[in-house]
């Protein structure tokens, strides 16, 4: 295209790729806080009375709605988390990675 020009800022791109920490550690630390809030939960954390019983009959039968591949629904958000906190990361390092790659052919066309 004539007279335009594509740039591109090394600096700006390693800036934002650490931007990407922020997200996936808060995530991260929201799904340990889950498995250890769960994880100390008794079988059956709704008791016994008749609210519980009434939640049983309404969740029994639903737990597979939302899942895949055999997962209960909470096991899938779960896994999907997991991949979202593990993207950021690939992005983070895409982006520094790309950063590096444009300095190093600033310099040379420098030259």
Known sequence: MPGKKLTVNPRALRKSSETLNEPASTLQTALDNFYTKVNG????????????????KQYEGHEQRF????????EALLAGLVDLIDGLGVMRKKTRAMALHYAKAEEANQR
Do not use: C, Q
């Open 67 to 74: 899942g895949s591949n055999g997962k209960r629904g909470y």
């Open 41 to 56: 939960l008794p079988a059956k954390p709704w008791g016994t009375d008749d609210m519980a019983h009434a939640f049983v």
